[in-house]
């Protein structure tokens, strides 16, 4: 299957809105039902489970006939201004496709590169000192000159300068969204997602409409920043950042990781220069990156203007979305930062993890071992699970009960 009738789409948005309906069970829909997600949409649970989905999703997939349709949720797409692609589409793009976890949908407002456009992730920091704004701006103006699409997350701080930087230099710019398309996360960076689609980028998710920010969805949704591109420079960055996932991702997916060296008496660049010392390529010029992605380089090396003084360079506070990031036994895995909530009772799949998790430390590697899960889902749960205060990172990757 090449392309997706509108009709078809239908099925595929509909199906989209089914909890833990991810990419393995909609291949094994696809499989069973020749391609055809409207048999998938009208089959009795008993042919569901045979499709292999299990007993539970089959009863959830049978529910959702009883309050959604195929027309309806093509009618709230075209209401909020928003399209969708499937995996199928020649629209969709082709890296992310070829990743492990590709989203089976993608939603999406503005218009997407086309999938020979190189492109590069730029993420760091939500509070980037005036170092890391200057580096990220320079950087990403440089590769927007070269043609290369750059690819954030749209958080406060490094992404939303480098989407800024982007669009002022006349370049195109993705930014990756953690809820639906019809909430702007966070509402600060508004009018910056007006600019992006009006100049020819694109604000795109996996998620349908209505789906609220929740901190699990980040860890998820870095993976298509970094699978979408050919490579994720890291500008700014300290341990505690949720840059994090962004590089584990990326790693995960053989993408190139490039990194900005910084000061080492700045928390702030502590990550990147870590990365560098463990085989991150170091960036001094916009062509260090050019030559790793394949892109001819000029005569004369492109340096970072470091002299400007920017003066809308003041750090925000406010929580962002940006999930955390790591490289297996190697990176050590650090929480979202964002205000903490009164500790609350884990959830069915918390709970489940949490029978892997003891006073002694237990390594990620083993917990996704231990519970069955992809490592996406696995990261999203321990993000959860230390925003409520239950567990905690102790040492490299490693997790412990809090007493």
Request: hydrophobic share 40%.
């Amino acid at each position: 299957m090449s392309t997706t009738s509108t009709d078809s789409l239908g099925y595929w948005v509909a199906l989209s809105r089914v909890p833990r309906l991810g990419s393995a069970r909609f291949r094994l829909l696809e499989t069973h039902f020749d391609g055809d997600l409207s048999a998938a949409w009208a089959a009795p649970a008993r042919e569901l489970r045979a499709a292999g989905v299990g007993r539970v999703l089959a009863q959830s997939i049978v529910s959702a006939r009883e309050t959604s349709s195929p027309d309806q949720e093509l009618s709230r797409l075209s209401h909020a201004g928003v399209s969708a692609i499937n995996w199928h589409d020649p629209a969709y793009p082709i890296r992310l496709r070829e990743t492990d976890d590709a989203p089976p949908i993608l939603y999406l407002r503005g218009t997407l590169p086309s999938s020979d456009t190189p492109s590069v992730a730029v993420v760091g920091t939500r509070r980037p000192t005036d170092y890391g704004y200057r580096v990220t701006a320079d950087l990403c103006s440089a590769l927007a000159a070269n043609g290369v699409t750059v690819v954030s997350g749209l958080a406060l701080g490094i992404d939303a300068r480098a989407h800024k930087s982007t669009v002022d230099a006349g370049g195109v710019t993705v930014a990756v969204l953690g809820n639906g398309l019809d909430t702007v996360y966070p509402r600060d960076n508004l009018r910056l997602v007006e600019r992006i689609v009006a100049e020819g980028g694109a604000i795109i998710s996996e998620f349908p409409l209505g789906v609220r920010p929740e901190a699990s969805n980040f860890p998820r949704r870095n993976r298509i920043i970094s699978g979408m591109t050919l490579g994720t420079l890291i500008t700014e960055a300290g341990e505690t950042s949720g840059t994090r996932w962004t590089v584990y991702h990326a790693l995960e997916q053989n993408r190139e990781i490039f990194c900005v060296p910084g000061s080492i008496y700045s928390d702030a660049s502590n990550l990147t220069n870590r990365l560098i010392r463990e085989g991150a390529k170091l960036v001094c010029n916009v062509n260090d990156i050019l030559v790793e992605i394949g892109l001819e380089t000029s005569e004369r090396q492109i340096p970072l203007d470091l002299s400007k003084t920017d003066q809308s360079s003041a750090a925000p506070a406010k929580t962002d979305a940006n999930g955390p990031s790591q490289r297996t036994r190697t990176h050590r895995h650090d929480p979202i930062e964002c205000e903490r909530a009164a500790p609350e009772a884990p959830d069915d799949d918390e709970a489940e993890l949490l029978q892997h998790i003891a006073q002694d430390p237990v390594h990620v590697d083993d917990l996704v071992a231990l519970s069955r899960r992809p490592i996406a889902q696995v990261s999203g749960l321990l993000t959860m699970l230390e925003l409520k205060g239950l567990v905690r990172q102790v040492g490299t990757m490693h997790y412990q009960l809090v007493a």
